[in-house]
């Protein structure tokens, strides 16, 4: 079992950033991925950004690419999103995800088994 734990979220005003933080409890395996997906209140969810554990591959939605960025922290089982620019269009409970699959990182939400309760993102204008 796997559970993930994200944090980070709160409110900033457009422009500004957020980092957010997702840490991994149980086994991860070097062929694991993680990923961040959002949903807004009336809206389906949404693929954000995606990383492969063991080779660091990232990818992203193209609404986030030059604005988000992926790190991580090895020891500690942990990933961040940098949120850089934030718009009021970002305004959504973000959620992270891992799955086990080969390949690149993926943007499908059913690649993904172990998902985190979220974490609130506001962008006020």
């Known amino acids: 079992q796997v559970q993930l734990v994200e944090s980070g979220g709160g409110l900033v005003q457009a422009g500004g950033s957020l980092r957010l933080s997702c840490t991994a409890a149980?086994?991860?395996?070097?062929?694991?991925?993680l990923g961040w997906f959002r949903q807004a209140p009336g809206k389906e969810r949404e693929f954000v950004a995606a990383?492969?554990?063991?080779?660091?591959?990232?990818r992203y939605a193209d609404s986030m690419k030059g604005r988000f960025t992926w790190s991580r922290d090895n020891v500690k089982n942990t990933v961040y999103l940098e949120m850089n620019n934030l718009k009021p269009e970002d305004t959504a409970v973000y959620y992270c995800?891992?799955?086990?699959?080969?390949?690149?990182?993926?943007?499908?939400?059913?690649?993904?088994?172990?998902w985190g309760q979220g974490t609130q993102v506001t962008v006020s204008s």
């Open positions: 149980g086994r991860t395996d070097s062929w694991w991925a």
């Open positions: 995800a891992g799955g086990g699959f080969s390949g690149a990182p993926s943007d499908a939400e059913n690649e993904y088994k172990y």
């Open positions: 990383i492969k554990w063991s080779s660091g591959s990232t």
